[in-house]
């Protein structure tokens, strides 16, 4: 069997770019809401195509721009037999199959300790593709509410059949479930369309006796959505009451009839064709953004101060603590370390499996050389390899930069559809370099690094309404003592490979992540997740001062 690359791709609009001038190839890209249902079948298969390639062009640009690669996401939900299977079937054909990505779930009840869009992550598109999604989150959602609902059914008609019975287990309305969940999912979806990742959702909509008789026709029915009875008219009424719940909290979905499939088929097309248009647009980057950029990309070449103050308007840096500026040596007996250091993690590995099946993630951060990996060895010290994974996390790779930045720390996070057996995740650098090391080099432009505190905020509130335990670490060290352990790592053969050039560059940066350290201690600081300073020159004292706050941070969600 012949092997190709996974990267080789038809070259993007060279037969676009062949065959249409420059001008007609920019009305085809360019939305027009008031004649975007009147093309005709020639002409909207043309514009799709032709759209398309322009997307996928955005992450191939030759020479490279200041534009923003952007992908779609087109999320389809509705009413079983509603045309959605023919609408997309239909897409495909018109499209390059090749570019056009499709997944498809059908619902089922959310993982422990996740938030309800974890499972879906890894497949999200990358940028400059689309992907219809059949299901996805909305299925999970719709799912699990369908469930509670026709519980509160007929929870109502056994009280109502005897008083005498026994008064059923409380349970969770199906309508404040929902309603939370929405707005979760709309802040997730948000962040998606922040991070170039723009989203088309569609509502397939028939009639129960459209419905009704599409089931019991002799064309074969897929997998049923929602895992619901269709055949079920008391059901198909839930049903429909909770969609409408739906419908009514989140504004842009799009609701296609469905009752004539080639009238669905052609709305669904033209649709997509639009959002296409829109991401198009929404990737080119103004001047005013471009100017933006710039000046961002000038920041490692003059002074971060003098940058902050030409943003106070939108963003204001806090007063660096003491705890980050005085450093406080302290000395402990070697002795009295090992016994300490026995007993904590004997403490913590007791703790962490007595935590009742709940994810872990520990997230550590620190000035280069400030005894991170060293506070992670004695942490895992106790416990069995296969309990836990870590991630040592540098340079994103370019297939991670093609989604959303928070994507590759979603697709590492503890997930119960695999088959590992451990549910502990240990970040050795996080998704805090968007505010420290990205903020400074100028690979995040300022506005993604100031948006990124509300993300984050968001990123681990979800993890911990779900269940996840998040434990977060700074690790600090003075100025003086990085160059000892630098000088010491590059006299020390086994340890020489943890020194690079730019941890030496990085140094005259030391008061820029100083600064950037103080903001994100600030700004993401929460009751959801709250950060441990660690401020001391003396290893041991890191190391065991880490297992402590590890040890209380369990044992309160142990008491919980």
Known sequence: MSKKSNTTEPTALESVSAQFSEQVVD????????????????????????????????????????????????????????GKGTAVKQLREWVDPRLLKVEA????????????????????????????????????????????????????????????????LPIAKWQAYLEQQLIKLQAFEKDLVANQTRLLKCWFHVDIETLQSRLNDKDADPHFLYQIDWNSQKVIEKFNEVAAALLRQQDDWIVIDGDDKSQATDRFCHEVLHAMQTALVSSKVSSSETAKKQKSSDKSESNDQTNQALDLNTFKSVKIPKQL?????????????????AEKQARFAELLRARNGRHVVFAFEGMDAAGKGGAIKRLVAPLDPREYQVYNISAPMLYELQHPYLWRFWTRLPNEQTDHISRVAIFDRTWYGRVLVERIEGFATRDEWQRAYDEINRFEADLVTAGTIVIKYWLAIDKKEQLKRFEERQETPHKQFKLTDDDWRNRDKWSDYVQSAADMLTYTDTKNASWCVIATNEKRQARLDVLDHAIEQLSLAYDS
Not at 53 to 75: F, I, W
Not at 133 to 153: E, H, K, P, Q, V
Not at 325 to 341: F, G, N, Q, W
């Open 325 to 341: 500026k005085t450093i406080v040596d302290v000395d402990i007996d070697k002795s009295d370390y090992r016994k300490e250091l």
């Open 27 to 82: 009305q085809r890209l360019t939305p027009n809401p008031l004649s975007q249902f009147s093309m005709d079948t020639d002409s909207l298969r043309l514009a799709l195509v032709t759209a398309q390639y322009a997307l996928r062009a955005t992450r191939q640009q030759t020479p490279p721009t200041l534009n923003k690669p952007t992908g779609l996401l087109v999320l389809v939900n509705g009413m079983e037999q509603a």
């Open 105 to 168: 779930t059908i619902g089922s009840c959310p993982l422990p300790s996740q938030p309800i869009w974890q499972a879906h992550t890894k497949v999200m598109p990358r940028h400059g593709d689309v992907m219809v999604y059949f299901g996805n989150w909305y299925a999970d959602l719709l799912y699990s509410a369908m469930r509670m609902a026709t519980s509160d059914s007929d929870n109502e008609q056994s009280k109502n059949k005897s008083s005498k019975e026994k008064k059923s």
